[in-house]
């Protein structure tokens, strides 16, 4: 484990990657929280879990082996540039309203940004256009996002992967999808009864939702719905629950960097989101 290391926000000391229960800003869990050490583990947990303990028990999660070395790998070694800090180093639990009218559904939490920040989009170039832009739509109170503890807060929105650690290259197996699925099934279920929007970030987030929204009881037409940037599905769930599934391209530095995606495209799908659930 590495040497303890300030936090950039609070200045308080912390090792690499994070124990449970020392206090880094926003860590749902404590040292005895139920560890899932197996994809078995997480899909007989998963179901009975409310929203606090389902936070808790994903940011402890051990259920893949290669996800977890690969984390605690990076914390531990660290990019150059943030070598004087702390790493998080472990899964990223969902983060936002209890109960949002707007669930944002990413890929999984980068290397050094959520891997190390503790909080999924933040600390990087994406996370940096993704902030900017829930703040532009009102679904934000600040335009960025640094790290665990700064005061940010989404309004009326959360904010989930569907894989919970950072995966190498930023592709997580087809097993570590579905050992994860579990936490996102749950959650959904969870936050469903006020979602009015999902925002999927690029095909993977929208095949993601696609598949947590089925399992949690939403009609999903067949043919499945293709992904695009502004494509819209709605969906009918139960008790006759409706929302929209929203495809935006994912914030990435090869789309932003390309021009695929650009501020008035992002701004044109969570201005959307945040009119569905009535925040315009």
């Known amino acids: 484990m590495s040497a303890a290391l300030p936090h950039p926000v609070t200045g308080r000391l912390f090792a690499s990657p994070v124990p449970p229960g020392t206090g880094w800003p926003g860590d749902p869990a404590t040292a005895a929280t139920p560890v899932a050490d197996s994809a078995e583990d997480v899909a007989r947990r998963a179901p009975g879990l409310d929203l606090a303990e389902l936070e808790a028990e994903v940011s402890v999660c051990r259920a893949c082996e290669r996800l977890v070395a690969w984390r605690e790998q990076v914390a531990h070694d660290k990019r150059a540039s943030f070598g004087n800090q702390p790493y998080w180093g472990r899964p990223i639990a969902g983060w936002g309203a209890a109960a949002p009218a707007v669930l944002v559904v990413g890929l999984a939490p980068a290397a050094n940004g959520g891997n190390r920040t503790g909080r999924i989009f933040t600390g ?24 665990a503890g700064d005061g940010q807060r989404l309004v009326a929105t959360r904010m989930v992967a569907a894989v919970r650690c950072a995966p190498p290259d930023n592709r997580p197996t087809v097993a570590e999808r579905d050992a994860c699925a579990p936490w996102l099934v749950r959650e959904v ?3 469903a009864p006020g979602l009015r929007a999902v925002v999927a970030l690029g095909g993977y987030g929208w095949d993601a939702a696609l598949r947590a929204l089925r399992a949690t009881g939403y009609v999903v037409p067949r043919p499945k719905p293709r992904f695009g940037h502004g494509a819209e599905v709605p969906l009918t769930g139960p008790e006759g629950r409706s929302l929209v599934l929203l495809g935006c391209y994912h914030p990435s530095q090869q789309n932003t960097f390309t021009g695929r995606l650009t501020e008035p495209m992002l701004d044109a799908v969570l201005g959307r989101a ?6 315009a």
């Open 274 to 279: 945040a009119a569905l659930a009535g925040s």
């Open 189 to 191: 279920a969870l936050v």
């Open 124 to 147: 990087d170039r994406s996370g940096d256009w993704l902030f900017a832009g829930l703040h532009r739509a009102g679904l934000a109170e600040q335009d960025t996002s640094v790290h």
